[in-house]
């Protein structure tokens, strides 16, 4: 790199003709890597040192319609079976295709932690209809947790959307003059463990207050669930496995 050129810094974003380029520092690394994190929606250039990023920089810029179509290509989807399990919320359903209205009912065995999803199908796994299944439970729990927290915080509920976004686990809109404030929540987040889902809605529920990130609304997060850095940490790790659980939906 010459004095003149561009300086670089470890966990910088740079944008390539419309696609963003996260730059990282990995001292193990022997050599300049790209690679994409679909839930982010960019790409990411490791290089060992942080006079090598330059080079991350130039490398990702020559393969940059690779990286895009990587970043564009869906997540394979695992196909579903009678009899398989999902693990909703710390629950697991066991998967019964014998008809076509979703409902869950208690496992005959007994076991606690166990329900059976009924009517996910006509003799095979119906994928929507599961969703559609998981969907319900989602609004459901987000519901009663958002009520919790707001109470909590002291700010009136507000309605509880569900969303399919690649890149974010919940948004939440402020009230405006004359409306009201919304809160967005992945659907998905039923695939994590409750705890972690907790946090998002809880994370959603302190911008009701505080609408950027600053101390004070970290510290309404922490009131609310305590340390929230394993499950952000948890997020960035399993996350992306999430989307690969059943296909994606319009919102």
Excluded at 162 to 176: E, F, Q
Aim: include cysteine; proline fraction near 7%.
């Amino acid at each position: 790199m010459g004095l003149f050129g561009p300086r670089y810094a470890h966990g910088q974003s740079i944008d390539i003709d419309g696609l963003t380029l996260r730059l990282t520092v990995n001292a193990r690394s022997r050599r300049i890597s790209l690679r994409v994190d679909r839930l982010r929606g960019e790409a990411i250039a490791v290089a060992p040192n942080i006079r090598h990023l330059a080079d991350a920089v130039a490398f990702a810029r020559a393969r940059r319609d690779w990286l895009a179509e990587r970043l564009a290509r869906p997540e394979p989807v695992a196909p579903l079976a009678a009899d398989d399990h999902l693990v909703v919320f710390g629950r697991t359903w066991r998967l019964q295709p014998d008809g076509r209205r979703p409902r869950l009912v208690d496992d005959p065995d007994g076991a606690d932690d166990v329900l059976r999803l009924v009517g996910c199908g006509a003799g095979v796994v119906d994928p929507q209809l599961v969703t559609r299944a998981v969907r319900q439970e989602a609004a459901a729990v987000y519901s009663r947790r958002t009520s919790w927290h707001c109470g909590r915080l002291g700010a009136p509920p507000p309605p509880v959307r569900l969303a399919d976004a690649r890149t974010r686990w919940g948004s939440c809109t402020s009230a405006r003059p004359g409306g009201c404030a919304s809160i967005r929540l992945s659907w998905r987040l039923a695939f994590a463990p409750l705890a972690v889902a907790d946090y998002v809605v809880a994370h959603e529920c302190a911008h009701l207050l505080e609408a950027n990130h600053g101390p004070r609304f970290w510290s309404h997060v922490r009131a609310l669930v305590g340390d929230e850095r394993p499950h952000r940490v948890w997020l960035r790790q399993n996350g992306a496995a999430l989307h690969a659980i059943l296909p994606r939906t319009r919102n």
